[in-house]
């Protein structure tokens, strides 16, 4: 079993919808949840980071995380075609080392 | 613009080939990372460095073999490579890997590797 599970997608969403990114993973000693964004031929950027349970917004960024299910979500509200890019998401319990879903393409279309 | 720099941004070599990936930080950071990128495949640690010490090497083939002269460079040494090892190899840097709080990781745009 994987440490981390992520729908590849492609997702395909028009301009101004909301977006709902998961991941499950199957290690509950993961404290440390993090989104990155990755543009075409770029490395990832960090986007939203989340200790333990709970939400965190950021503009029209809204992470959550439920540790009790192993499920963690990113939402996009208001999407823009510049939000299309591969979103990953990742988890740590110790800072050495990560774990990384495989990544969701999102496309938004204007 | 990113603070993390790697060369060359696209390399093709063969199977008999000796050549080294470069990545260079202007951060100011401790710790150095490789990952592996391939297709529909979760990122891959493969090596981490803090402070100029390897404090991870994730079950890598000897065939890479990286080297951190300094906190600001890393390079990924490799030789005698398989087809299967095409992929993007992303650079990353962070302030201090045991540091609680310092999780952000900031990546360089990647060297795409082939293979032949």
Not at chain 1, 50 to 67: C, H, I, L, M, P
Not at chain 1, 98 to 103: L, Q
Request: hydrophobic fraction near 30%; charge should be positive; include cysteine.
């Amino acid at each position: 079993q994987k440490e981390v599970e992520q729908d590849p997608g492609p997702l395909s969403v028009p301009e101004g919808a909301i977006v709902s990114l998961n991941c499950t993973y199957s290690n509950s000693a993961f404290q440390y949840f993090m989104w990155y964004r990755q543009y075409s031929r770029k490395g990832p950027e960090l986007l939203m980071y989340t200790y333990s349970s709970g939400n965190k917004e950021d503009g029209r960024f809204t992470a959550q995380v439920d540790k009790s299910s192993k499920y963690i979500s990113l939402f996009i509200r208001d999407s823009q075609p510049s939000d299309s890019a591969t979103y990953l998401c990742a988890m740590s319990y110790n800072f050495n080392k990560f774990y990384f879903g495989s990544g969701t393409k999102l496309n938004v279309k204007p | 613009e990113t603070g993390v720099t790697q060369t060359p941004r696209h390399l093709v070599m063969g199977m008999t080939n000796k050549k080294s990936l470069k990545c260079e930080q202007h951060l100011g950071h401790n710790a150095m990372y490789w990952y592996k990128q391939s297709a529909k495949k979760p990122l891959e640690l493969m090596f981490v460095y803090n402070f100029k010490e390897q404090t991870e090497n994730n079950s890598v083939p000897s065939r890479f073999s990286p080297e951190c002269p300094n906190s600001s460079h890393l390079f990924l040494h490799l030789h005698t490579l398989q087809p299967e090892d095409s992929a993007l190899y992303l650079c990353a840097s962070s302030q201090d890997v045991k540091r609680d709080g310092s999780y952000e990781q900031y990546f360089g745009p990647g060297t795409r590797l082939t293979v032949t």
